[in-house]
């Protein structure tokens, strides 16, 4: 059946999280193509996406995330972005119209003391990303497969943040412009651990009754 | 004005993001309580709320995220979480009926070696929790205020895990119930650092034209 499915909309439909209905539209529609659009992201929708970022939580609101952007209506800054990249992701990313590259400050502004939740909240902020993409009609698809230390130095990213992950952002494309393996992901239903495997009661490995 | 604001329901319109209208309702809406209302979280809420933690983006689908869970239900367990946190958190999380320890998976299963984002993928995790939380009416609140060595050793968290945040759940209550100093915070507006100061362009401080 999944050799039928060339479309975006197909594709939208077959990874729907598989979940109970209470969860909401946002996060069971939210997944992580590696088929993206040419279709230009408008500056707009873009800066719709980055604000909702800017909302999310952090301890002490210190609001660590930075977000370094490269859009394909400036080829040569998509061009350095690209080639961070490992060669498995470059295959994919470069049909995608905007890439970022996160940085996540590892101290307090306030006081200067080591912020221990700075790369997990820099991991909020980019949640709220991805779903605000999703709510758009877009899709994001995050990165480690990046040279972070060649990151840091050919986008100037201080010492004092963390590179955290590289986003691609874009519409969802056809996934028959993957290659074999990458289109065989595509098209495999999303799948996670059962609950009872990551929720606990009140000591490690205790059951919760819910 | 601020001294007018005595219910939930004020509280709600008060802590709505100051931001463009598209920005999601969800997204908007969220925001972490200090006066939480001792109304029990039905099982059925609280397992839907995992649920939607549960389809969050990780490197590798490795899941790292782990939720410990306490309930009033439950007093001796609820009163052992309780006293992990820091005396300032306690004298409000104490009014909370749910109280969830995360920990984050240092290591990746397929292989044995380090996952840097282990910490962050917690973070994606977390924000799918508080963003369930608020479609179901509900609200967290996030702390890096516990002790993190006492809640690994007491909850019996493994060494392949780091200690990620404390959080609190459930329904918001009256800020009239808090400390003067807690009250003045829960009635301020929630503020972010504008957009030009976290999101650049292709190197850092770079401007991106949106």
Chains 1, 2 share one sequence.
Do not use: C
């Amino acid at each position: 059946m999944s050799t039928t499915i060339t479309t975006g909309a197909e594709l939208e439909r077959l990874k729907r999280a598989d979940t109970v209905p209470e969860v909401h539209e946002l996060i069971r529609s939210r997944w992580s193509p590696r088929a993206f659009s040419s279709r230009e992201v408008p500056p707009q929708v873009l800066k719709t996406i980055l604000e909702a970022a800017r909302w999310a939580a952090s301890s002490y609101n210190e609001q660590p995330w930075r977000f370094l952007v490269a859009t394909k209506s400036d080829p040569a800054a998509f061009s350095k972005f690209l080639d961070l990249l490992v060669p498995a992701n470059q295959s994919w990313v470069k049909n995608a119209p905007v890439l970022i590259i996160m940085a996540a400050k590892k101290t307090f502004s306030h006081n200067g003391s080591q912020n221990r939740f700075g790369f997990h909240d820099a991991g909020q902020a980019l949640a709220h990303l991805a779903l605000q993409a999703t709510a758009m009609g877009l899709h994001t698809h995050a990165m480690a497969g990046f040279d972070h230390q060649r990151a840091r130095t050919e986008l100037g990213i201080p010492d004092d943040f963390d590179v955290a992950a590289a986003v691609a952002l874009g519409y969802v494309g056809s996934p028959d412009d993957l290659t074999e393996h990458q289109r065989q992901m595509e098209l495999s239903k999303r799948t996670r651990k059962p609950l009872n495997e990551i929720v606990f009661g009140a000591s490690w490995n205790a059951p919760l009754p819910l």
